[in-house]
């Protein structure tokens, strides 16, 4: 069954955090990211959710996971402090 990685952040600068993670997209695809959504409040809140096949592909795109955020944080985008990452099975799908 597929498993999700939910990464809630705070950021002043949500189109620079979308430019960034567009350009990691192919990187992550290619290791096995089924979906990658990243979803803003307007208010300076955001939301990446990625799902994966399974907890191997989840583990294998983990540094690039980090390396994106960490782009973000260096870029200005995403406040360091506030990265609260979540993981969870499915257990079940509508």
């Given at each position: ?48 959710i990625a799902r994966y096949p399974d907890k191997a592909a989840m583990d294998a795109a983990t540094p ?31």
């Amino acid at each position: 069954m597929a498993i999700y990685r939910v990464t809630r952040f705070t950021g002043s600068d949500m189109d620079n955090v979308a430019g960034i993670a567009e350009f990691m997209q192919d990187v992550l695809e290619a290791l096995g990211a089924g979906l990658i959504d990243i979803a803003s409040d307007g208010e300076g809140n955001g939301l990446v959710i990625a799902r994966y096949p399974d907890k191997a592909a989840m583990d294998a795109a983990t540094p690039i996971a980090k390396q994106a955020f960490g782009r973000m944080i260096e870029g200005g985008a995403v406040d360091e402090g506030s990265i609260e990452p979540w993981i969870g099975d499915v257990i079940m799908s509508l």
